[in-house]
C-alpha cells in the first residue's frame, strides 16, 4: 500500500485531489489530510509516508521547507507540489520534488504525475523486497554450508552458495544438468567458466569432506553408511532443508 500525505487548506480543491486519487489504484490510500505544522508533523511521525502531495501558496510551502519539516533523506523525490501561480525555475533547488505543477485546473496532468510516482515507489518496494529475501535466503544457505564446515576461503564454496540460490528460486527445476543449466548462470556473476565452476565446487566438496565428521555428514545426508558425497547429493540436501 502506498500511503499518500495530502497538505491542502482548501476543502474543495481537497475533494477533487481525493477523487482523481482514488482513481489511480488500489494500492493508493490517503493515510492524512494536513494543513497546518502541526498536523503535518504529526502526520509525518505517526503515519509510514510515501508521498507528499502540496497544494499551497508558494510561501506557504517555503515556510513549510525552511521550518524542515519534511525530511531531505526520507523523502527524496516523494513530492507534487501543485502551486496557484508560476514560479521561476531557479526560485529554489529542492531534491524532494519529484514535479511541479503550477495549474491545478490541469487535473489530469496531476493525476498522470501521482500515478507515475505511485508506479515508481511501487516498483522500488518491490525491489527491497527481493533483495532482502535473497539476502536471508543466502544466509541460510551459507549457515548450512558452515555447519557442513565448507571454508569460504575457496571460491568454490562461493559457487555452491551461489548454485543453491538459483536452484531455490528456479523451485520446479528438474532436469539435472547443472553443469549445462546452472553452472554457466553462477559462471556469468562470478565471470568463470561453467567448467571452472564446476572444478571449484567439487574441490571444495573434497574438502569438506576432510573438515566434517563421518557421522555429522551422515546424519545430514539421512545415510546408514557414510560414502563420500558428489556436490549433486550436497545441493540437493541442502535444498531439502531450507525452510523458505
Same mark, same amino acid.
Given at each position: 500500500?502506498?500511503? @499518500?500525505?495530502?497538505?491542502?487548506?482548501?476543502?474543495?480543491?481537497?475533494?477533487?485531489?481525493?477523487?482523481?486519487?482514488?482513481?489511480?489504484?488500489?494500492?493508493?490510500?490517503?493515510?492524512?489530510?494536513? $494543513?497546518?505544522?502541526?498536523?503535518?508533523?504529526?502526520?509525518?511521525?505517526?503515519?509510514? @509516508?510515501?508521498?507528499?502531495?502540496?497544494?499551497?501558496?508558494?510561501?506557504?510551502?517555503?515556510?513549510?521547507?525552511?521550518?524542515?519539516? @519534511?525530511?531531505?533523506?526520507?523523502?527524496?523525490?516523494?513530492?507534487?507540489?501543485?502551486?496557484?501561480?508560476?514560479?521561476?525555475?531557479?526560485?529554489?533547488?529542492?531534491?524532494?520534488?519529484?514535479?511541479?505543477?503550477?495549474?491545478?485546473?490541469?487535473?489530469?496532468?496531476?493525476?498522470?504525475?501521482?500515478?507515475?510516482?505511485?508506479?515508481?515507489?511501487?516498483?522500488?518496494?518491490?525491489?527491497?523486497?527481493?533483495?532482502?529475501?535473497?539476502?536471508?535466503?543466502?544466509?541460510?544457505?551459507?549457515?548450512?554450508?558452515?555447519?557442513?564446515?565448507?571454508?569460504?576461503?575457496? $571460491?568454490?564454496?562461493?559457487?555452491?552458495?551461489?548454485?543453491?540460490?538459483?536452484?531455490?528460486?528456479?523451485?520446479?527445476?528438474?532436469?539435472?544438468?547443472?553443469?549445462?543449466? @546452472?553452472?554457466?548462470?553462477?559462471?556469468?556473476?562470478?565471470?568463470?567458466?561453467?567448467?571452472?565452476? +564446476?572444478?571449484?565446487?567439487?574441490?571444495?566438496?573434497?574438502?569438506?569432506?576432510?573438515?566434517?565428521?563421518? +557421522?555429522?555428514?551422515?546424519?545430514?545426508?539421512?545415510?546408514?553408511?557414510?560414502?563420500?558425497?558428489?556436490?549433486?547429493?550436497?545441493?540437493?540436501?541442502?535444498?531439502?532443508?531450507?525452510?523458505?
Amino acid at each position: 500500500m502506498i500511503n @499518500i500525505l495530502l497538505i491542502e487548506n482548501d476543502m474543495e480543491s481537497c475533494k477533487k485531489l481525493i477523487n482523481n486519487i482514488s482513481k489511480i489504484n488500489s494500492n493508493v490510500r490517503i493515510s492524512s489530510i494536513s $494543513s497546518t505544522f502541526k498536523e503535518i508533523k504529526h502526520a509525518l511521525n505517526n503515519y509510514d @509516508i510515501d508521498i507528499i502531495i502540496i497544494h499551497l501558496d508558494y510561501d506557504e510551502y517555503i515556510n513549510i521547507r525552511n521550518n524542515k519539516l @519534511i525530511s531531505e533523506s526520507k523523502y527524496k523525490n516523494s513530492v507534487v507540489l501543485i502551486l496557484e501561480r508560476k514560479i521561476g525555475k531557479n526560485k529554489f533547488d529542492d531534491k524532494n520534488i519529484y514535479h511541479c505543477i503550477t495549474n491545478f485546473k490541469d487535473i489530469n496532468k496531476i493525476t498522470n504525475t501521482i500515478s507515475k510516482l505511485v508506479q515508481t515507489k511501487q516498483n522500488n518496494i518491490l525491489y527491497n523486497v527481493n533483495k532482502n529475501k535473497e539476502k536471508y535466503i543466502k544466509e541460510c544457505i551459507k549457515s548450512e554450508l558452515e555447519y557442513l564446515r565448507y571454508s569460504f576461503s575457496y $571460491s568454490g564454496t562461493s559457487y555452491l552458495l551461489e548454485t543453491i540460490y538459483i536452484l531455490s528460486v528456479l523451485k520446479n527445476y528438474c532436469n539435472d544438468n547443472l553443469e549445462k543449466d @546452472i553452472y554457466p548462470l553462477v559462471g556469468a556473476k562470478f565471470h568463470k567458466s561453467a567448467h571452472t565452476v +564446476k572444478c571449484n565446487i567439487r574441490n571444495a566438496t573434497d574438502m569438506m569432506t576432510y573438515e566434517c565428521e563421518e +557421522k555429522k555428514l551422515q546424519e545430514y545426508l539421512y545415510e546408514y553408511e557414510f560414502l563420500k558425497p558428489g556436490s549433486k547429493r550436497i545441493i540437493y540436501a541442502i535444498l531439502g532443508k531450507l525452510k523458505i
